[in-house]
């Protein structure tokens, strides 16, 4: 669905692709720096207020910020072009370090960025940085180095627990991400390509955003530069404190490009605390799948704002079901905490306790309603995979007024796409395919209401009396609202 794509570290970047930043190879020496001295704010001339002046704050909390060297095992036997390094290098059009050949016997070397969150020696990065390393070195300002163990990971938050031998050491603070707002001032300390202790600054962009395939974290936008390296590392505010953990930026080049996002501290905080007590972390679910409220599809729907959570699926005996929930619901609040964007319900949902219950708010039928959902603890979701099964001969119909020709599966097909649909598209055109319907998407309803036959639907095309309505489909083993504009 989404135009992004996430680029884990090492991996070479891909036009308007969202890119991991962490375990680069070390193209660059490395550029170790003492922290320099507190200076005196500089004025504007005119009496204007003055800039920032940073200094204080890196010379008091860069000391607990680290480089992060991580070493990988090279594969064995592996052809010499399957180096995912060789493959960037390529891409970039920069020679392998001793060729291809060569790569394929060394270790591969990557590097990342962390902060010491305790003076007994845990550091926070991202996994992504350490991900399938053999060895973690984690190298001070004072150019002390420790050799690290990675406590535990976290793959939907990215985020990396390590443990060094060490006491006494430089701690930061951390702040509250609920505080921050757009334009504040805000800054990054870490290792980009290797320089270690780089400092960068700028402001916060946006707050609570959303990006494909991470709902479970409220991401901080800023326009503050960080590039390869400096994943892991900490995004500070101006009282010196840490409120979010630098991860991703959004790039057409792999590099930066003015738009980058970190992973809020609360969030860090409390993985970091399971994973320390547990070795591992416990999130809520109650069995939806949700999207984004498009302005459309708000108006589809009746609300009055594109806002909330839109169910477009509920997993069979979850939670929701039981509770009632129902595919086009739109969550308005959790609590009485308004969900203003569709992210936030995910990542309040996986922050509660399994076992607790919570009181939804929720939109159907052009009315609020509440409903009392006990949560439970989220669990790896399964692939479904479809079987084979012979196809009937398509029996075609003229597209109707949306671009769609859509034809009845067959017992055999159901059963084989897992689906309680009816109805296949197999042509599409005009409306519908500039609302991304796709040949082979499933037909499940309209505007929350199932559709099994083509009458059905051509009735609510025709009886639709909003500049849009609100199609579900099924994809894969996925469901999801398209809003389709009404010639």
């Known amino acids: 669905m989404s135009v992004f794509r996430l680029a884990r570290a090492r991996a070479a970047s891909i036009s308007w692709a969202l890119l991991a930043l962490g375990a680069l190879p070390m193209m660059y020496a490395q550029a170790a720096s003492a922290a320099p001295a507190a200076s005196s704010a500089q004025c504007m001339p005119g009496g204007a207020p003055a800039l920032p002046d940073f200094s204080p704050l890196v010379a008091e909390y860069g000391p607990a910020v680290v480089n992060i060297e991580v070493i990988e095992k090279a594969p064995e036997g592996g052809a010499p072009g399957d180096d995912p390094l060789n493959d960037f290098f390529r891409r970039f059009g920069i020679p392998a370090p001793g ?12 590097a990342g960025s962390g902060f010491i969150v305790s003076p007994n020696g845990y550091i926070l ?78 402001i916060v962009s946006a707050v609570h955003r959303s990006l494909p395939s991470e709902n479970y974290v409220p991401f901080i936008q800023t326009d503050v530069a960080v590039n390869p390296g400096n994943s892991g590392g900490p995004l500070f505010n101006m009282q010196g404190e840490v409120i979010g953990i630098n991860s991703q930026i959004f790039s057409r080049t792999g590099g930066f490009m003015g738009v980058s996002f970190a992973i809020p501290i609360d969030v860090a905080e409390n993985v970091e605390r399971q994973i320390i007590l547990t070795g591992h972390v416990v999130r809520g679910m109650i069995g939806v799948t949700i999207q984004e409220v498009t302005a459309d599809l708000a108006d589809s729907f009746g609300l009055s704002s594109p806002r909330g959570a839109l169910v477009s699926s509920v997993e ?27 992210g936030e319900l995910s990542s309040r949902i996986s922050a509660m306790r399994p076992g607790s219950e919570v009181t939804l708010t929720l939109w159907r039928d052009r009315q609020d309603r509440t409903v009392r959902v006990r949560v439970e603890e989220l669990k790896e979701p ?42 296949v598209v197999e042509q599409v055109s ?31 095309a025709r009886g639709a009396r909003k500049k849009s309505i609100a199609l579900l ?3 894969d083993s996925q469901q999801l609202f398209l809003p389709v504009t009404v010639p």
Request: avoid cysteine; glycine fraction near 12%; hydrophobic fraction near 40%.
């Open 382 to 423: 399964q692939t479904a995979r479809a079987g084979s099964a012979a196809r009937p001969k398509p029996v075609m119909r003229k597209p109707n007024q949306l671009g769609l020709t859509v034809r009845r599966l067959g017992p055999q097909e159901k059963a084989a796409a897992q689906t309680n649909g009816s109805l």
């Open 316 to 342: 069979h005996k979850s939670p929701a079901a039981a509770a009632g929930i129902e595919p086009g619901d739109v969550v308005l609040a959790v609590d009485g905490h308004p969900i203003d964007r569709f």
């Open 125 to 202: 990065t991202n996994r992504h940085v350490v991900e399938g390393a053999s060895e973690v070195m984690v190298r001070m300002v004072d150019q002390r180095e420790f050799r690290a163990r990675v406590v535990g990971t976290d793959e939907r938050t990215d985020i990396a627990v390590l443990k060094i031998a060490a006491t006494g050491l430089p701690v930061v603070r951390f702040g509250d991400p609920a505080k921050v707002r757009p334009g504040q001032w805000v800054l990054a300390i870490g290792s980009p390509f290797g320089f270690q202790n780089s400092a960068t600054a700028g």
């Open 430 to 460: 005009g409306p519908a395919e500039l609302a991304g319907v796709q040949p082979g998407d499933i037909i499940l309803g309209v505007d929350g209401r199932r559709i099994s036959t083509v009458g059905a639907l051509e009735s609510a």
């Open 473 to 475: 489909i099924q994809r």
């Open 99 to 110: 060729g291809d050949q060569q790569r394929d016997e060394q270790p591969v070397r990557g």
